[in-house]
């Protein structure tokens, strides 16, 4: 059963950074879809990057490209979104989610069985 637990959200000013984190248990040595979701009260929910851990392929929303960059150290069983420069309409829940292959790394089609609790970002 695989469990995820994000940490690493917070407040920041305009234009500077966080870094998101996602442990993660429970995976095999198969690759995995893993993406990051952010949500604001009110809205659905916003697929911001996904990565494929077998390969290192990522994808990005178009709202984060440049600025956000996701990736996974396989022997810590740990995926990353850096966030830099950010803005406030960055400000959401961020959501970390694993899908085990087949799967698809598209941020905006993918879909994903294994969710975190979420971590707030708040941007001002």
Known sequence: HVQLVESGGGSVQAGGSLKLSCTTSGTTDSGYCMAWFRQVPGAEREGVAAIYTGGGTTDYADSVKGRFSISRDNSKNTLYLQMNNLLP????????????????????????????QGTQVTVS
Request: charged share 20%; net charge negative; glycine share 8%.
């Open 89 to 116: 309409e960055d400000t959401a829940m961020y959501y970390c989610a694993a899908e085990e292959t087949p799967c698809s790394y598209d941020v905006a089609v993918g879909e994903y069985s294994f969710w975190g």
